[in-house]
């Protein structure tokens, strides 16, 4: 690659991530060309029979660009980290990168606005968000986005218009910490997206999007495999909230039965005192696992365990209220099925308020641009 092209100011060199790629990669990579870009293809191991797709793309770039290679396919994410340390080490004076996919969804128009914004925006992760709205939009692409955005909405709070876009703009400092991001696969963008939260703002961009036709567009994403691996990385932080909540209940029967055992007797009000102190160590252990475990809050501790309290006083009262209500409503009702369900519904909602209100980070990190 041209030494002086990889040191020039406000370098953002666009990385094309690719698995067996066809004359749609060829087509990107001219019109980047023509715009003299700095390209990075990355071949994740497509094997001989894809070779001369990598090779018209080396002599189109000549000088402009470089073709990284692995020798098996390891996945998208793994694609992106080899690209990403390659410009670390490489190239000192880039702001940072572009991310493109192969297959020709991305004009160069989009990777153009994406790349001013990443410009104007530099401590911030910018997405090129599609419009999934159209005839010509494969309808899995916009179930699969309608499904993602809903659920990563609910579980870590980020209110996205697109989840999977591969267009993204990303800053070298974010470039660092995502090389010690786990995934290697198309679980590592969902990744990319979670690990935002308190560190960098996400700016929208809206971009336009190419498909051929919605019948014969090509993908590499697995629908069951690819959607199992996101989807386990969304549910991760409420599986950790289940935990702390299971582990938490558990601790707080166990500290009970030992405390009754040890002072039975010795005090009229023992039931009340070892409630009361179990109650306390338990709440404390719950703070301390959602505080570092499940929301990895950056708000202060002193702020998070006052509103962590109120939040706990206020679902104890509902729980009583609602209980109550519900037994007189439901005439002839258990207590004990009335609070299962009461409880569970107040699981859910808490999750929500604890992760809005209590842990929350106090940056930003959300930014619409150009709409």
Known sequence: MNTDKSQKENLIPVIIPSYEPDARMTELVKELAAEEKVVIIVDDG???????????????????GIILRHEVNRGKGAALKTAFRYVLET??????VVTADSDGQHSVASINDVSKSLLSNPDALI????CLDGDDVPWKSKAGNLITRKVT???????????????????????RELLVVKGDRFEFEMRMLLETKGKCRIVEVP?????????NHSTHFNPFADSI????????????????????????IALFAVLCFLIRG???GYIAISTVIARIISATYNFALNYKMVFKSREKVEKAAIKYIILAVVQMALSAFLVTMGVRLLAGAAETI??????TCLFFISYKIQQKFVYISRRPFMMRSGS
């Open 207 to 215: 971009i336009s999007t190419i498909y051929e036709s919605k019948d």
């Open 153 to 175: 909405k609910y579980v870590s709070g980020l209110d996205l218009s697109d989840t999977q876009t591969g267009l993204r703009g990303i800053s070298k400092a974010f470039m």
């Open 338 to 343: 009335v609070k299962i369900v009461v409880d």
């Open 91 to 96: 190239m000192k004076s880039a702001v940072g």
């Open 46 to 64: 497509s094997g001989n029979d894809y070779q001369i797709f990598f090779d018209e793309a080396k002599e189109i770039l000549k000088d402009n």
């Open 127 to 130: 997405l090129g968000v599609r």
């Open 229 to 252: 691996r996101i989807y386990r990385v969304l549910g991760e932080s409420f599986i950790r909230y289940i935990f702390s909540s299971l582990s938490s209940c558990v601790l707080d």
């Open 266 to 268: 010795k005090y009229v």
